[in-house]
């Protein structure tokens, strides 16, 4: 069964600063593989995808990601954070059949002034 | 651009009581997943419909039920609510099996007293 483990459960980071979100995935094949935001009380947004090709994947809000087969990692990174930034993310895999995505378990962000 | 509905947004219950959640699909999305959140929790996956049809299921307790309409939209019957039950439901659409990304409403908060 695939897996996804989001190893910081807290990140906090000032304003302005650079912010690298770590996600690892478990899984036999190549999975497709998501960055979803939610902040308080709303609903889950997606930032950006994988399934295939150019394994650096650009996504809203200027967030990046890259996926490094060797590492089974897809790590999010976003150059300069903006207070609004300030979320909790969650990084998500999914089989090529079927429909059901595995969430890791989030990583929550704060952003300092 | 329109987005996923659900309705209520908030639904308070007693124990023992039963609910029901319900999702409006993006239009012309024939896949519609739920997946109910605990507080501090990442989303679990509990069941999927594509065309009407149970295309998967995960976590689904027995006392859960649900269902999609011809008109594609879905319901979540919930019976004999425990306090366990309490927390964030989301409904997410999709267009068919293809690996495109699912689309999530702003979720239905039940709290179960």
């Known amino acids: 069964a695939q897996s996804v483990t989001q190893p910081d459960i807290h990140i906090t980071v000032s304003e302005g600063a650079s912010l690298e979100l770590r996600c690892n995935y478990s899984?036999?094949?190549?999975?497709?593989l998501f960055w979803y935001v939610q902040s308080p009380g709303q609903g889950l947004q997606l930032l950006l995808k994988?399934?295939?090709?150019?394994?650096l994947v650009q996504g809203i809000k200027g967030f990046e990601a890259e996926f490094k087969r060797s590492q089974s990692s897809f790590n999010l990174r976003k150059p300069s954070v903006h207070w609004s930034d300030a979320a909790e993310y969650f990084c998500?895999?999914?089989?090529?059949?079927?429909?059901?995505?595995?969430f890791g378990g989030g990583t929550r962000v704060l952003v300092k002034p | 651009a329109a987005g996923v509905i659900q309705s209520p947004r908030h639904l308070i219950k007693e124990k023992r009581e039963t609910a029901t959640l319900k999702c409006y699909p993006i239009?012309?999305?024939?896949?519609v997943y739920w997946y109910q959140q605990g507080p501090g929790q990442d989303p679990q996956f509990l069941i999927s419909?594509?065309?009407?049809?149970?295309?998967d299921k995960g976590s689904i307790p027995d006392r859960f039920s649900a269902q999609q309409f011809s008109d594609y939209h879905s319901e979540l019957n919930m019976s004999s609510l425990e306090l366990g039950d309490s927390a964030l439901y989301f409904c997410?659409?999709?267009?068919?099996?293809?690996?495109?990304?699912?689309?999530f409403g702003q979720g239905t908060r039940l709290t179960v007293v």
């Open positions: 899984y036999g094949a190549t999975p497709y």
């Open positions: 998500a895999v999914k089989k090529a059949a079927g429909n059901k995505l595995t």
């Open positions: 239009p012309r999305h024939d896949t």
């Open positions: 997410a659409s999709s267009l068919d099996l293809r690996p495109t990304e699912a689309f």
């Open positions: 994988y399934f295939s090709g150019d394994t």
């Open positions: 419909f594509y065309e009407k049809m149970q295309s």
